[in-house]
């Protein structure tokens, strides 16, 4: 998932739905929950969500708050310390002998405006997903499914997608081949139902506002403050409502880590998480919170246009890349924090069992190796596209979000000093930052990104030709195959030797230059029950409680 840190609905109209809310709202007293009394959680937000239409959604904000709102075939959570998928609107599955037909079986349940729950539903969200029109930037995430790639190329029509609906409580998937992560696949935004007579109503304005989306999950968007708040309110009608025991969810857009800090300690919020050693440490100091330390299988990274020059050279690419130092950004600007990046993957990233990193090394210390002076390597580039063949008087843009345009000038200044090249910065917000991304509107930026299961196949998927989850122009026929070949093999050894080839291709045509692994720090108020954050999913608020 995408997210713009470095991690970074509607309500239906029925008299179920509005009785509840008004029920909820009406005693409702933020931050009280003795016995009898409301539960309200409190927490922060980094980033304004692009939308709930989470078909045409990449960044992590969106696919968080969907999670609240519509519920997938199955759910991740935590026990004894590993992540496993449990029945959510499916109840029950069978897989077939040689993994590729998957038969759901679905819960009699029903979506907050009363209407039932239908295996149609999970065909019409899935095909919307990888139907060419909807221009999906998640579509890479369901490519398994049988057909889809004709489909994605215009080949063949998403109804003859490998994806059936024999009654209202059975859903039947077919997939190109076994995939061992299917089931967490499965809780992804990418496999969520949704509803056609919705869709259509709203339009291009699904999902848009707090009045233009249906859900079938444990809470109700209640009310929508863009770039300021989200309230949810719990769905009588979820087919767990007996086991949530918030009544109210409230989010609050705090991009500054000071200003969520502050709010954090004087109980203004009830969980926080940072990314910084200096607010972590003021925290610590203070006390009496439950703290967690997480690796996060999260890459930050630059990326470029390379639909035009000068980024339209694989050299000019890596130039930029290998400019970076990557052990000064994890000393000077996370202050020790965010581990150097010498590959793609994160290290919280395995592969059947093993941890990748181990298995494929370090990429980008062997193109370090090669290319010692990173300067010369850009002039060359230059060269071969006609251009001047000094860098200094080479000029750049640099999209940036407003929210980190420290990490924006420090980027300006070392490109400046190390391949002589002037940065020109450009920060906008981040729906804007996002929308630019998509249509190929920008030189260079940078952002992260977080993976949604722990198999290389979510984060290797992303670069095949026609996925639009990070649009950068780039193609690699050998990297396409290489990937294919991984994503449909059972054995260890062959998956272990084609990731590792196909990122060691990605890295050294400079096609993103990846340079910090993610740490994070979650805070949380004593009195705040059952929170465990999962390290690939988005955290679903439906096992929380507060308890004072």
Known sequence: MMKYRVKRMTVSSSAAWALSFCLVLSSVFAGTAWAGEPQVLRIPIDEEPDSFNVARVSDYYS?????????????????????????????????????????????????????????????????????PATASPISGKVRFIKNAGDVLLGKKQPSELGLEAPDDRTFVVRLEHPVPYLLQSAAGTAMFPARRDVVEKFGDAYGTDADKVVGCGPFNLADWVHNSSIAFVKNPLYWDADNVKLDRLEMKVVAEESAKVGDFENGGLDLVSIYSVEWAKKLDEKGGYVKNVVAMPETKYVFFNQTVPPFSSPKVRLAFSLALDREEIYRDVSLGLDPAAWGWLPPAMGLDGENFRKLAGDPIKDLAAAHPDPRALLAEGLKELGMSEAPEGLKIVLMCHNATRDFAEYLQQAYKTRLGVDLELDPVEWPVFQERNRNLDYQMGYKSYYADFNDPSSM?????????????????????????????????????????????????????????????????????????????????????????
Request: with cysteine; net charge negative; hydrophobic share 40%.
């Open 63 to 131: 696919a968080m708050v969907a999670s609240q709102v519509i519920e997938g075939l199955t759910g991740i959570v935590v026990r004894d310390g590993r992540e496993v998928a449990v029945p959510a609107c499916a109840e029950s599955w069978e897989t077939s002998e040689d993994g590729l037909t998957w038969t759901f079986r679905l819960r009699e349940m029903k979506w907050a405006d009363g209407e039932p729950l239908r295996a149609s539903d999970f065909v019409y969200g899935i095909s919307r997903v990888l139907d």
């Open 460 to 548: 290797m998927d992303l670069w095949i030709t026609g996925t639009r989850t990070i649009p950068t122009g780039w193609s690699n026929e050998r990297y396409d195959a290489l990937v294919r070949e991984a994503g449909q093999s059972a054995d260890k050894a062959l998956r272990a030797k084609d990731y590792a080839e196909a990122e060691r291709i990605l890295l050294e045509e400079g096609t993103i230059a990846p340079y910090a692994y993610s740490t994070g720090f979650d805070y949380v108020h004593p009195y705040v029950k059952g929170y465990a954050a999962p390290t690939f999913t988005a955290m679903l608020y439906k096992t929380v409680s507060v308890e004072r």
